[in-house]
C-alpha cells in the first residue's frame, strides 16, 4: 500500500509492563473518515492520543503529508482534538472556549468573527453567554466540537465524543460531525467502542484487541468479510458452527443470513428452537443444532426473522426447524484459535 | 482553507515547564530532605563531627534526668490522648449520629481552640487553677477553695487535652460522617441490636481514624512545647528538655538526639495514617447511602450533655483568657483596663510583636499558598519528569512526619552553619516564613491535591492541543476554578502562622520576636496577663480573618463551586 497522508509506522507503546500498543501500522488518506473501534483497553485511545501528540510513543514514525512529525509537539501538529469528558473550560463562556486557541493568533475582530461562524455552524448562537454547566450533554458536545474546530485542523481527532450522551442525541450528533466533517472536508479519526457507530459513520473501520490491530477495512469489509472470528464476533450479532467434515474449520454466519426451509430437503440443517426475543422489527431465535439421529449438539445458530415468517413459520420454543446456510453467506475461517472478545 | 491560522508560535510549554519542576524538587531537598539528613548525621557524631555511632543515645538513656523527661512525655502524652480521643469521639459522635439541637454552635466552640496559641490554655488555667486562680481561692473568698496541683503533669495533661481535642473531633467527626447506611440496614434486617450495630459497624467503620486520631493526638502532645513551658512547671518533658540542651546549652548533639526521640512516634503516626488513609478509601463505595438518624431520646439527652460540658469548658477557658488579660494586676486590683496590651512595657526590645506575626503571617500565606498551589498543580497535572515528580510527591508528604519542634531544630543545624550556602537566610525573617512554610506545607498540598483531582484531567491536553501555553490555561482557568481551595490554604497558612510557637522558638531573631514567641518570654519573667493579653489578641485576630475573608469571598466561592459541572464519566 502506498504512503497514505497520515502514516504511522511500527508504532510501539508499553504503560510499565503493559503493552499499549504493539507495531501499530496504518495509512489514512485525506478527507478520510476513520474510527479505531476496539473493546476497553485494546489501546484506542492510547493511539489517538499518539497520533494528536499527547503521549509518546516508545518507538515508530508518525508523518503527515510526507512530514516527520513523530516528535513535533501537539500544539504545533495544527490537530484539533475532542475530549471523551470535553474537557470544557468550567468558568469560560460557550463563545470564550471556542475563542481559546485563537487568541494570540488572530485580531479582536478576527476571533470574533470566527467565534460567530462556528457558533453557527453547531447551531448555538442563542448560548454564547452561557457557562458549560448550563448546558446540556448534547450542547456541551457541540461547544468542544466548535473548539476543535476553531484553528481549521488538518485533522479531528475525536475520543469517543458520544459516548456520555443519551441515545437519541447520540444519533442526531452522529449526522452533525459527519456533517461537519464534509464541510471542512477534513481528515477525521475518531475512537469508538461502539460498532454500529463506526458502522454508520467511518469511511473505513480500524478493528483493534490487545494493543494490536486485527482488521481494516470499510464498513462492509469488516461486516461481511471479517478476517478473524474477533472481527466476526465483535462487530454486529454472529454464530459460529464448527464443521466435522472439514477439520480445524470454522464456519460463521451472520443471523440475518440464515434461511429458514420447509420439507425435507438433505442438504438442510436441522435444530430446534430453544429460546427468542422480540426485537420490534424482527425476532431473534436462537436455536441448537440436531445430529442426523436429532441428538442435540452442543452448537448453537442465532436466526433474525421478520416478524411474517416467524409467522409463517410457525416458530414456538422447542419446535424443530430446518434451515439452509446461503454459501455466498458464509463466512469460512481456519483456525478456530481466538473466538474471545476482550 | 485558511492558512493564516496555521501560523503557529515556538514551542515554549515542555521546556519552561520542566525546568520549574526541576526548582520545584531542588526546593524541597534543601528544604526538607537536607536539614533531615543534617539531624541524623548530627545525632550520631560529636561536636567535631566525627562519626560516635549511638554514643549520643547512650548517653541520654545514662543520664537519668533525661531519662525521667522521656517516661513524663510518655505519661503525659498517653493520658491526655485516652481523654481527648475519647471526648473528641463523644463530641463527633453526637455532632454526625445524634439529633441534639445546636449542632452548629457545638462545632464552633470545639473549633475554637484551633484560633488559639496553646499558650493561652495553660495562660488560662493557671487564672483558674493557679495560686491566686478563679477556682482555687474560691472567687477570691467567697467560696470554699478547691486547689488541685496544677504545675506538673496535671496542668500539662489540662492544657494539652485542650490543645488536642479538636485534631481528634475533626478526624473522628469526617470518619462518622462518611458511613454505608446500608450496612446498618443490613445489620438491622438480621436483627442486631443497637450495641451490636455499634460494635459491628460503627467502631470497625472508624477504626481506622480512630488509630489515626490516637497517634495524631499523641504525637502532637508529645512534641508540644508551649503547655509544659507554661503549666509544665519543675515537671520536665521532652520538648522541654530539647529547648535546654539546645539554647541552654547549645548541645547540638544531644538536642539532635533528643530530636531524634521525639521524631519516632511522628514517623510512626505518619506511617499509620498513611495506611489508614489506604483502607479507608475502600470501605466506602459511590453506592453507600447517607447515615440516617433515629429518634433516640436518651441518647440525644446523654450527647447534648456531653457537647454543653465540653463547650462550656472551652468558653470558659476563653473568656478567663480574657478576663485575666483585662483585669489591672490580678488579683490586688479588679479592675477592667486595657493596660495590659499596651505591649511597650513588656517586649522592650525591637518592634511590636503582635505587627511582626502579622507581617510573617501575611508573607507565609502568600507565598505559602503560591508555592503550594505551584508545586500541587505541577505534581498533579504536568506530565514531564515522572520519577522527579513521584519524589517530589513523597517529599512533600514528608513534613507530615515533622514535628514543629524537629523541624525548627533541623533548621538551626542546617542554615545556622557558616559553610552552608544559604546561611545568610538564618537570623532573617525569611527562615521563620520557610519554616512555617514547610510546617503547614503537607496539609495545605493534600488540600490543594484533593482540589485538584476534582478538575478535568484533559484540561491541560486540551490547551496543549490548541497550543496555548501551560501557564496561561493555569491562570484563566485552573487558578480561578481552585479558588476556594487557595482560599482555605491561605487562611491555613494565616491562622497556624499566629499562633504556631514550637519550631520558630529556635529561629526568630529578637529584634523581629513573633507574638506566640513573645507569649512565651513574657509568661517566662512572670508577665501572666500581658501574655495572656498577647494570646486573645492572636484568637481574636484568627478569628475576625477567618469571619470576614470566609463573608467576602462567599458570593465568589458559591459562584465557582457552581460552575463545576459533575463529571460526566
Known sequence: ?342 | MNLWLKRIRPDSNALSQNLIILIMTLVLTVTILLPLGELAIKAVSNPDGQFIGLANFAKYFSTPALVTSLWNSIKVSSITTVIAVTLGFGFAFALERSAIRGKSFFRAVGLLPLFAPSMLHGLALIYLFGNQGLISTGFFGRFPEVRIDLYGPIGIIMSEVLYTFPQAFLMLSVALMSSDYRLYEAAETLGASKWRKFWTVTIPGTKFAILSSIFVCFVMSFTDFGAPKVVGGQYNVLATDLFKQVIGQQNMQMGAAVGVLLLIPAVLSFVIDRIAQRKQNGFLSAKSSPYRIEANKLRDGMLFLLCLVLSVAILCIILVAIYGSLVKVWPYNLEISLSNYDFSNFASQGSNPFVNSLVISLCTAVIGTIVTFLFAYLIEKSRGYRILRASAYLLSMLPLALPGLVLGLVYVFFFNNPNQPLNGLYGTIWIVIICNIVHFYSVSFLTMTSSLKKLDSEFEAASESMNVPWYRTLLRVTVPMSFPAILEIALYFFINSMVTVSAIIFLYTPDLKPASVAIVNMEDSGDIAPAAAMSVLIILTNLIVRVVVMGVTKPLRRRTEALLVRKQL
Not at chain 1, 481559546?100 to 453567554?129: C, F, H, M, P, T
Not at chain 1, 490487545?210 to 469489509?221: C, D, H, L, V, W
Not at chain 1, 416467524?310 to 430446518?322: D, I, S
Request: charged share 25%.
Open chain 1, 1 to 342: 500500500m502506498n504512503q497514505g497522508y497520515l502514516s504511522v509506522r511500527n508504532l510501539s507503546k508499553r504503560f510499565g509492563k503493559q503493552a499499549a500498543l504493539q507495531e501499530i501500522e496504518l495509512d489514512i488518506n485525506k478527507h478520510e473518515f476513520i474510527c479505531l473501534l476496539g473493546p476497553s483497553g485494546c489501546g484506542k485511545t492510547t493511539l489517538l492520543r499518539i497520533i494528536a501528540g499527547l503521549e509518546k510513543a516508545d518507538q515508530g514514525q508518525l508523518t503527515i503529508a510526507g512530514r516527520d512529525i513523530t516528535r513535533e509537539p501537539a500544539g504545533k501538529r495544527n490537530f484539533g482534538m475532542m475530549f471523551q469528558s470535553y474537557a470544557l473550560f468550567p468558568n469560560l463562556t460557550v463563545a470564550e472556549n471556542i475563542a481559546y486557541g485563537l487568541s494570540n493568533r488572530l485580531s479582536k475582530s478576527q476571533i470574533a468573527d470566527r467565534v460567530d461562524e462556528l457558533l453557527g455552524l453547531v447551531e448555538l448562537d442563542e448560548q454564547r453567554n452561557k457557562v458549560p454547566s448550563q448546558l446540556s450533554g448534547g450542547q456541551q458536545q457541540r461547544v468542544a466540537l466548535a473548539r476543535a474546530l476553531a484553528l481549521s485542523p488538518d485533522c479531528l481527532l475525536l475520543d469517543e465524543p458520544l459516548s456520555a450522551l443519551d441515545a437519541k442525541v447520540r444519533i442526531k450528533l452522529r449526522r452533525e460531525i459527519l456533517r461537519l466533517h464534509e464541510k471542512f472536508g477534513m481528515t477525521t479519526i475518531m475512537v469508538t467502542h461502539d460498532q454500529e457507530e463506526a458502522l454508520t459513520m467511518a469511511d473505513r473501520i480500524v478493528v483493534m484487541n490487545q494493543a494490536r490491530i486485527i482488521q481494516i477495512g470499510t464498513p462492509k469489509e469488516v461486516y461481511e468479510k471479517p478476517n478473524c472470528p474477533f472481527v466476526a464476533d465483535f462487530i454486529g450479532a454472529i454464530s459460529f458452527i464448527e464443521t466435522e467434515k472439514q477439520e480445524s474449520a470454522l464456519l460463521a454466519i451472520r443471523p440475518e443470513h440464515v434461511q429458514l426451509v420447509r420439507g425435507d430437503q438433505d442438504k438442510s440443517n436441522r435444530a430446534i428452537v430453544r429460546d427468542y426475543e422480540y426485537h420490534g422489527a424482527y425476532y431473534r431465535v436462537l436455536v441448537q443444532l440436531l445430529d442426523s439421529q436429532d441428538h442435540p449438539m452442543q452448537q448453537f445458530v442465532t436466526i433474525d426473522l421478520p416478524s411474517q415468517t416467524m409467522a409463517n413459520f410457525n416458530v414456538k420454543k422447542n419446535q424443530k426447524l430446518m434451515f439452509n446456510l446461503p454459501p455466498e453467506h458464509v463466512i469460512r475461517f481456519d483456525s478456530t484459535a481466538s473466538i474471545a472478545v476482550g
